[in-house]
């Protein structure tokens, strides 16, 4: 099992930036990626960034040059700076992490974390 906790939501006008952080415990070997997910009232969840074992990263298109993700193995901990803030941003951010073991794939969430900007 891995546990994740989110932590770094919070409210912030348009234009401003927020760092949410996760920080990952439990049995954490095996972890191919770790990504943010984030789901907006009425709509599905979507990816919005992950980073692979390699340290490779991947964004959506939304989101490409304002936020950026990074991972600190040493403290099992993945972060997401988010910049320049739209209120469409405005959502209930997941942490996810994500093992392939035998081709089987197992995913991991945390309990979100609220990022609501204000226009």
């Known amino acids: 099992q891995v546990q994740l906790v989110e932590s770094g939501g919070g409210l912030v006008q348009a234009g401003g930036s927020l760092r949410l952080s996760c920080a990952a415990s439990?049995?954490?070997?095996?972890?191919?990626?770790m990504n943010w997910y984030r789901q907006a009232p009425g709509k599905q969840r979507e990816l919005v960034a992950g980073v692979i074992l390699g340290g490779s990263t991947n964004y959506a298109d939304s989101v490409k040059g304002r936020f950026t993700i990074s991972r600190d193995d040493a403290k099992n901990t993945v972060h997401l700076q988010m910049n320049s803030l739209k209120p469409e941003d405005t959502a209930v951010y997941y942490c996810?992490?994500?093992?392939?073991?035998?081709?089987?794939?197992?995913?991991?969430w945390g309990q979100g974390t609220q990022v609501t900007v204000s226009s």
């Open positions: 439990g049995i954490i070997v095996s972890i191919n990626a």
């Open positions: 996810n992490a994500r093992k392939v073991i035998l081709r089987q794939t197992y995913d991991y």
